[in-house]
Each structure stands twice: as C-alpha cells, then as structure tokens.
Nanobody, 122 residues
Framework: QVQLVESGGGLVQAGGSLRLSCAAS????????MGWFRQEPGKEREFVAS????????IYADSVAGRFTISRDNNKKTMYLQMNSPKPEDTAVYYC???????????????WGQGTQVTVAS
C-alpha cells in the first residue's frame, strides 16, 4: 500500500501562486493514477484534478481548469499541483490520492494523504 504525504500548503494572496507536492512511499508510484481533492469545513470533498500513471492524461474540475496544473515525476515519486491565480474560494484542505485510473470520483481512490491547508487571502 502506498503512503502519501502532502506539503506546500499555506497562506497565499489571491492572484499569486502556490505549488503543492504529494510524496509517495511504499508501493510502486508509477503504477498509480493520482488525484487532488479538496474539502472545506462542513462540505463534501470535491475533485480538483487527476493524472494518469504516464502523466499523459489529465482531468480538471471546471472551477480550476486554466489556473491549476497537475503533474508528476515518477522518478521522484512525487505529484504536484501548481496553483496559479488562486481565488479565495480555493481555500480548503487539499488531499492527494492514489488509484487505478484517473477519475473524478473519490471512491475510486484507495490511498489518501493527511491533507495540507491552503488559504487564499483576498
């Protein structure tokens, strides 16, 4: 089973940029599709982006398409989420997850990180 640890969260000004990382250990990282999800207090976890094991296929939520970029480095066993022009509504705890195929549905992912807080100030 793969273990995932997110990092890079923090406070960022609206219109700035931030890069989240998700480091994997155990398992074979290059075998997994990966995803980013986020959750605000009192709300359901929502899909942000996903990427296939090759990195060729990427999927984005409409709310972040054109602003966020998901990528991965299989040699470093790390996935990234580049957040450009973040908005206050992007404030949430961001989670990374590993699964078999890149999907929007959280139940298709079998391993999750502990989350990292992102706060976007207006």
């Amino acid at each position: 089973q793969v273990q995932l640890v997110e990092s890079g969260g923090g406070l960022v000004q609206a219109g700035g940029s931030l890069r989240l990382s998700c480091a994997a250990s155990g398992g074979t990282f290059s075998n997994y599709a990966m995803g980013w999800f986020r959750q605000e207090p009192g709300k359901e976890r929502e899909f942000v982006a996903s990427i296939s094991w090759t990195g060729i296929t990427t999927i984005y939520a409409d709310s972040v398409a054109g602003r966020f970029t998901i990528s991965r480095d299989n040699n470093k066993k790390t996935m990234y989420l580049q957040m450009n022009s973040p908005k206050p509504e992007d404030t949430a705890v961001y989670y990374c997850a590993a699964g078999q195929v890149p999907r929007r549905e959280s139940q298709t992912y079998h391993s999750w990180g502990q989350g990292t807080q992102v706060t976007v100030a207006s």
